[in-house]
């Protein structure tokens, strides 16, 4: 299946873990983001790879650190949890010269205690 | 700055009863408009885009750049329609604004 993947989709962790949250498209699209979706549904964008080069970093705390080995996959890391970061978190892909229609993954609901 | 509002937070129709869910917009380019849709707990799913000007699952939406709007319109409409709605906005490609801003979003709710 071609499509957005991310894992895990569920997180419960404590306040100040550390955690990570990974993403893999096989689309073969160049620009892969982050989004997060808060408790009152609302979506913004947190970051943006193009090509392994961040392009939009969303003035987000710096405990949260994307990492993109490759263009395939784009991983969010976030030190220090805190209970304002309970939110789901959409991982999405498109191809920055043809359109930006985007495909968003499953999503990761992450729930800070 | 850009920005996209959509005013209502829910809205509440019979089945069978016409649907319109408002969006407007402000952006200084040239817009990409798309309206997404979520069921419940579910992705993200691109509903439509302007510049495809197609009807997907019953449900058209046409930019109007003099009222900056997108409103989203279904003639009938059928209680799987219920979900959560978001309009967003990019620049089109080339002008480096490769990036969706969202609307607050419309929970729509067909009830039988």
């Known amino acids: 299946d071609t499509a957005v993947s991310q894992t895990p989709k569920y997180l419960v962790t404590q306040m100040g873990n550390d955690k990570s949250i990974k993403c893999e498209q096989n689309?073969?699209?160049?620009?892969m983001y982050w989004y997060k979706q808060d408790s009152k549904k609302f979506l913004k964008i947190m970051f943006s790879?193009?090509?392994?080069?961040?392009?939009i970093n969303e003035t987000v705390p710096n405990r949260f650190s994307p990492k993109s080995p490759d263009k395939a996959h784009l991983n969010l890391h976030i030190n220090s949890l805190e209970l304002g970061d309970s939110a789901v978190y959409f991982c999405?892909?498109?191809?920055?010269?043809?359109?930006?229609?985007?495909?968003f993954g499953p999503g990761t609901r992450l729930t800070v205690l | 700055a850009q920005r996209v509002t959509q005013p209502e937070k829910l809205l509440s129709v019979f089945k069978g009863a016409p649907v319109e869910l408002k969006c407007n917009y402000s952006?200084?380019?040239?817009?990409?408009l798309f309206w997404y849709v979520q069921y419940s707990r579910q992705r993200l799913q691109l509903l439509l885009r302007h510049i495809s000007r197609e009807s997907i699952k019953g449900f058209t939406a046409d930019l109007n750049k003099g009222e900056t709007s997108f409103h989203l319109k279904k003639p009938f409409a059928q209680e799987e329609d219920s979900a959560m709605y978001y309009c967003?906005?990019?620049?089109?490609?080339?002008?480096?604004?490769?990036?969706?801003?969202f609307g607050t979003g419309t929970r729509l709710l067909v009830s039988p």
């Open positions: 999405a892909s498109s191809q920055a010269d043809r359109d930006y229609k985007t495909f």
């Open positions: 689309l073969g699209h160049d620009t």
């Open positions: 967003a906005l990019s620049g089109v490609p080339g002008t480096g604004f490769q990036k969706l801003v």
């Open positions: 790879y193009n090509n392994k080069e961040l392009i």
């Open positions: 952006y200084s380019g040239s817009p990409e």
